[in-house]
C-alpha cells in the first residue's frame, strides 16, 4: 500500500461544479501540503495544513488528522482550475511523500 | 512567477556524464528543496538545506549531492549519469526551516540523458 493515496485519479466536470479531491495518508505527519501543478508544468502550493481547515478564494481544504484523511474542494470550478492536484505528506523524520495527483479537466 | 529561478531550462546529456542544476531563492528566502518528477516515479523530495546547511534528505541517491552556498542559491550535482535519471528537477524555497512556511517553486529544468 503506498503511503499516500489521491482519488480520484482523474476528474472531469462542467464550469460551475463543487468539486472534491480526497487524500488518505498511512503515517503519522506534521504537515499536509496541496500543491498545483499546471498543464505547462509550473508548480504552485496552495495549502499547508497541519489541523482544521483552510480557504483561499474557491478552494478550501480540510484535514482530519485521527481518520489520516485530507480533502480538497473547489467551488464554482472554472476551465482554469484544469491542473493536476497533488497531496504531499511531511513526516516527523522531515522527509516528503507524494501522492499520485488527481487530473482534473473542467469544460466551459 | 514565483521570484525563484532555476537554469538552465533544459540539459541533454550523456550516460555516465556529470551535470549541475543551479536554484536562486526568492529574496529573504533561507531554505531550498529540491524534488525530482520523473514519469513512472513521480514528484519525490531529495533534501532542503536552510541557510547554508543540509536540514533534510529524502530519496537522494549517492551519485547525487547538493549543497547551498553564502549567497543562498543552491546546487544540485547529479554524476554518473543513467537513463533513469532523466526528469523534471524543481527546487522550492521558503523563508524558515519548518512547513510552516509556504514554498514557492521554481520553473523546473528538465533534464534528458541519452
Known amino acids: 500500500k503506498n503511503e499516500v493515496e489521491q482519488s480520484p485519479q482523474n476528474l472531469t466536470a462542467q464550469e460551475g461544479e463543487f468539486i472534491t479531491i480526497n487524500c488518505s495518508y498511512s503515517v503519522g505527519i506534521s504537515a499536509l501540503h496541496w500543491l498545483q501543478q499546471h498543464p505547462g508544468g509550473g508548480i504552485v502550493s496552495l495549502f499547508m495544513l497541519s489541523s482544521g481547515k483552510k480557504k483561499h478564494g474557491r478552494l478550501i481544504a480540510t484535514i482530519n488528522i485521527q481518520e489520516k484523511h485530507s480533502s480538497l474542494h473547489i467551488t464554482a470550478s472554472h476551465p482554469r482550475d484544469s491542473a493536476v492536484y497533488i497531496c504531499a505528506v511531511r513526516g516527523y523524520g522531515q522527509n516528503f511523500v507524494f501522492g499520485p495527483g488527481t487530473r482534473l479537466s473542467v469544460l466551459p | 512567477d514565483s521570484g525563484v529561478t532555476q537554469t538552465p531550462k533544459h540539459l541533454i546529456t550523456a550516460t555516465g556524464q556529470r551535470v549541475t542544476l543551479r536554484c536562486s531563492p526568492r529574496?529573504?528566502?533561507?531554505?531550498v528543496y529540491w524534488y525530482q518528477q520523473s514519469l513512472d516515479q513521480g514528484l519525490q523530495f531529495l533534501i532542503q538545506?536552510?541557510?547554508?546547511?543540509?536540514?533534510a534528505k529524502g530519496n537522494i541517491l549517492e551519485r547525487f549531492s547538493a549543497q547551498q552556498f553564502p549567497d543562498l542559491h543552491s546546487e544540485l550535482n547529479l554524476s554518473s549519469l543513467e537513463l533513469g535519471d532523466s526528469a523534471l528537477y524543481f527546487c522550492a524555497s521558503s523563508v524558515g526551516v519548518t512547513d510552516s512556511y509556504e514554498q514557492y517553486f521554481g520553473p523546473g529544468t528538465r533534464l534528458t540523458v541519452t
Open positions: 538545506y536552510y541557510n547554508g546547511e543540509e536540514r
Open positions: 529574496s529573504g528566502d533561507l531554505s
